[in-house]
Protein backbone atom coordinates (compact mmCIF):
# COMPACT_ATOMS: atom_id res chain seq x y z
CA UNK A 1 0.00 0.00 0.00
CA UNK A 2 1.49 3.58 -1.05
CA UNK A 3 0.33 6.38 1.31
CA UNK A 4 -0.69 9.51 0.42
CA UNK A 5 -1.05 12.97 2.10
CA UNK A 6 -3.11 15.92 0.74
CA UNK A 7 -1.33 19.34 1.17
CA UNK A 8 -3.96 22.32 1.04
CA UNK A 9 -2.79 26.02 0.90
CA UNK A 10 -4.42 29.23 0.22
CA UNK A 11 -3.57 32.64 -1.95
CA UNK A 12 -5.69 35.05 -2.12
CA UNK A 13 -8.60 33.68 -3.59
CA UNK A 14 -7.61 30.66 -5.03
CA UNK A 15 -6.99 27.42 -3.27
CA UNK A 16 -4.17 24.71 -4.51
CA UNK A 17 -3.93 20.74 -3.82
CA UNK A 18 -1.47 18.55 -4.81
CA UNK A 19 -1.48 14.26 -3.47
CA UNK A 20 1.87 13.20 -2.54
CA UNK A 21 3.05 9.72 -2.74
CA UNK A 22 5.87 8.67 -1.52
CA UNK A 23 7.66 5.63 -3.56
CA UNK A 24 6.63 2.27 -2.59
CA UNK A 25 10.64 1.40 -2.01
CA UNK A 26 10.35 3.60 0.96
CA UNK A 27 9.64 2.57 4.21
CA UNK A 28 6.73 3.87 6.17
CA UNK A 29 7.28 4.94 9.97
CA UNK A 30 7.26 8.03 11.94
CA UNK A 31 10.47 8.36 11.53
CA UNK A 32 11.11 8.74 7.68
CA UNK A 33 9.79 11.58 5.58
CA UNK A 34 13.00 11.51 3.87
CA UNK A 35 10.75 11.99 0.20
CA UNK A 36 8.88 15.27 1.44
CA UNK A 37 12.38 17.09 2.56
CA UNK A 38 12.52 18.25 -1.44
CA UNK A 39 8.99 18.96 -1.90
CA UNK A 40 8.07 22.78 -3.43
CA UNK A 41 5.80 24.27 -0.57
CA UNK A 42 3.41 27.29 -1.64
CA UNK A 43 5.13 30.32 -3.12
CA UNK A 44 3.17 32.34 -1.86
CA UNK A 45 2.11 33.13 1.71
CA UNK A 46 -0.60 31.09 3.37
CA UNK A 47 -3.43 32.71 5.13
CA UNK A 48 -5.46 32.00 7.77
CA UNK A 49 -9.44 32.87 8.36
CA UNK A 50 -10.79 35.83 9.63
CA UNK A 51 -12.52 35.31 12.70
CA UNK A 52 -14.60 38.08 11.93
CA UNK A 53 -16.41 36.06 8.79
CA UNK A 54 -19.96 34.99 9.70
CA UNK A 55 -19.85 30.98 10.34
CA UNK A 56 -16.58 31.37 12.34
CA UNK A 57 -18.06 34.16 14.77
CA UNK A 58 -17.67 33.16 18.68
CA UNK A 59 -16.21 30.29 18.25
CA UNK A 60 -12.73 31.59 19.60
CA UNK A 61 -14.23 32.75 22.87
CA UNK A 62 -12.63 30.16 25.39
CA UNK A 63 -10.00 30.29 23.54
CA UNK A 64 -8.99 33.19 24.09
CA UNK A 65 -9.31 32.89 27.98
CA UNK A 66 -7.28 29.84 27.91
CA UNK A 67 -4.30 32.34 26.41
CA UNK A 68 -4.06 34.21 29.38
CA UNK A 69 -4.70 31.26 31.84
CA UNK A 70 -1.87 28.69 29.82
CA UNK A 71 0.46 30.70 28.56
CA UNK A 72 2.53 28.41 25.92
CA UNK A 73 5.82 29.38 24.08
CA UNK A 74 6.57 27.49 20.78
CA UNK A 75 10.14 26.91 19.79
CA UNK A 76 10.41 25.38 16.55
CA UNK A 77 13.36 23.43 15.46
CA UNK A 78 14.55 24.56 11.42
CA UNK A 79 17.42 25.36 9.25
CA UNK A 80 18.54 28.43 6.66
CA UNK A 81 17.03 26.17 3.56
CA UNK A 82 13.56 25.82 5.82
CA UNK A 83 13.06 29.46 6.83
CA UNK A 84 11.33 30.15 3.64
CA UNK A 85 9.61 26.72 2.53
CA UNK A 86 8.52 25.61 5.68
CA UNK A 87 8.97 28.13 8.64
CA UNK A 88 7.79 31.56 7.59
CA UNK A 89 4.05 29.19 6.81
CA UNK A 90 4.13 27.97 10.51
CA UNK A 91 4.78 31.84 11.73
CA UNK A 92 1.62 32.61 9.09
CA UNK A 93 -0.76 29.84 10.24
CA UNK A 94 -0.45 27.75 14.07
CA UNK A 95 2.22 29.41 15.55
CA UNK A 96 0.15 32.68 15.56
CA UNK A 97 -1.92 31.34 18.54
CA UNK A 98 1.40 30.93 20.70
CA UNK A 99 1.92 32.91 23.22
CA UNK A 100 5.64 33.59 21.88
CA UNK A 101 7.44 31.63 19.35
CA UNK A 102 10.91 31.38 18.52
CA UNK A 103 12.37 29.61 15.32
CA UNK A 104 16.09 27.54 16.16
CA UNK A 105 18.60 27.62 13.28
CA UNK A 106 22.08 28.04 12.41
CA UNK A 107 21.33 31.32 10.80
CA UNK A 108 19.61 34.28 12.27
CA UNK A 109 16.78 35.81 10.43
CA UNK A 110 15.15 38.82 11.64
CA UNK A 111 12.32 38.73 9.98
CA UNK A 112 11.23 35.06 10.47
CA UNK A 113 12.40 35.63 14.37
CA UNK A 114 14.70 32.54 14.03
CA UNK A 115 18.10 32.43 16.16
CA UNK A 116 21.44 32.00 15.13
CA UNK A 117 22.75 28.65 17.80
CA UNK A 118 26.52 28.21 17.31
CA UNK A 119 26.02 24.81 15.90
CA UNK A 120 26.13 22.50 12.64
CA UNK A 121 23.44 21.26 10.66
CA UNK A 122 21.93 17.62 9.97
CA UNK A 123 21.31 14.55 12.44
CA UNK A 124 25.09 14.79 13.42
CA UNK A 125 24.25 17.58 15.07
CA UNK A 126 20.61 17.08 16.36
CA UNK A 127 21.13 16.58 19.84
CA UNK A 128 23.99 19.52 20.31
CA UNK A 129 21.18 21.83 18.32
CA UNK A 130 18.18 20.77 21.08
CA UNK A 131 20.73 21.76 24.06
CA UNK A 132 21.81 24.79 22.87
CA UNK A 133 18.20 25.53 22.20
CA UNK A 134 16.93 24.80 25.41
CA UNK A 135 19.87 26.71 27.56
CA UNK A 136 19.03 29.73 25.11
CA UNK A 137 15.27 29.63 26.02
CA UNK A 138 15.93 29.24 29.75
CA UNK A 139 18.54 31.99 29.71
CA UNK A 140 16.04 34.40 27.73
CA UNK A 141 12.35 33.28 27.64
CA UNK A 142 11.93 31.37 30.99
CA UNK A 143 9.51 33.50 32.43
CA UNK A 144 7.85 34.36 29.31
CA UNK A 145 5.62 31.51 29.43
CA UNK A 146 4.24 28.62 31.94
CA UNK A 147 4.56 25.73 29.17
CA UNK A 148 7.20 25.07 26.67
CA UNK A 149 6.71 23.25 23.33
CA UNK A 150 9.64 22.09 21.00
CA UNK A 151 8.20 21.30 17.70
CA UNK A 152 9.85 20.61 14.27
CA UNK A 153 9.15 22.38 11.13
CA UNK A 154 7.35 19.96 9.36
CA UNK A 155 5.12 19.51 12.37
CA UNK A 156 1.01 21.08 12.77
CA UNK A 157 -0.50 21.84 16.35
CA UNK A 158 -3.72 22.76 17.04
CA UNK A 159 -2.39 25.27 20.05
CA UNK A 160 -6.18 25.81 21.28
CA UNK A 161 -6.75 22.26 21.71
CA UNK A 162 -2.65 22.12 23.18
CA UNK A 163 -3.88 24.79 25.79
CA UNK A 164 -7.02 22.53 26.72
CA UNK A 165 -5.27 19.59 27.42
CA UNK A 166 -2.99 21.56 29.78
CA UNK A 167 -5.16 23.55 31.50
CA UNK A 168 -5.76 21.07 34.63
CA UNK A 169 -2.44 20.83 35.44
CA UNK A 170 -0.05 22.60 37.58
CA UNK A 171 3.03 24.01 35.58
CA UNK A 172 5.04 24.42 38.63
CA UNK A 173 4.85 20.76 38.97
CA UNK A 174 7.73 18.53 36.84
CA UNK A 175 5.23 17.84 34.07
CA UNK A 176 6.28 16.94 30.46
CA UNK A 177 4.46 15.02 27.75
CA UNK A 178 4.94 13.72 24.42
CA UNK A 179 4.84 10.68 21.90
CA UNK A 180 6.83 7.72 23.07
CA UNK A 181 8.74 6.12 21.19
CA UNK A 182 11.15 2.64 21.35
CA UNK A 183 11.63 1.91 18.04
CA UNK A 184 15.63 2.03 18.45
CA UNK A 185 16.27 1.24 22.00
CA UNK A 186 14.36 -0.51 24.38
CA UNK A 187 13.38 2.22 27.24
CA UNK A 188 11.98 4.33 24.53
CA UNK A 189 12.59 7.80 23.76
CA UNK A 190 10.43 10.84 23.29
CA UNK A 191 9.52 11.66 19.29
CA UNK A 192 10.97 14.60 18.34
CA UNK A 193 8.14 16.18 16.43
CA UNK A 194 6.88 17.87 19.68
CA UNK A 195 7.58 17.94 23.02
CA UNK A 196 5.75 19.89 26.16
CA UNK A 197 7.65 20.92 29.32
CA UNK A 198 5.99 22.50 32.07
CA UNK A 199 8.14 25.71 33.74
CA UNK A 200 9.04 23.29 36.40
CA UNK A 201 10.37 20.38 34.49
CA UNK A 202 12.09 22.28 32.64
CA UNK A 203 13.86 24.37 35.66
CA UNK A 204 14.54 21.41 36.85
CA UNK A 205 16.25 20.09 33.44
CA UNK A 206 18.59 22.66 33.26
CA UNK A 207 19.31 23.45 36.77
CA UNK A 208 20.56 19.43 37.29
Known amino acids: MTASCLVLWTSGDITSWVTLSPPQSIESHAHNHDELESAAGPMDNVAMHSSHEAHHAGEAVEAEILKDKVRV ?18 KATWARRCNKLVFMSSEEDKELGAVALEVGEGRDHLWEKT ?9 NHFEDADWFMKADDDTYVIVENLRYMLSPYDASHPIWFGCRFKKYVRQGYMSGGRVELSDGFFSRLIQR
Open 131 to 139: KAAFIYIYN
Open 73 to 90: LCWVMTNPTNHQKKARHI
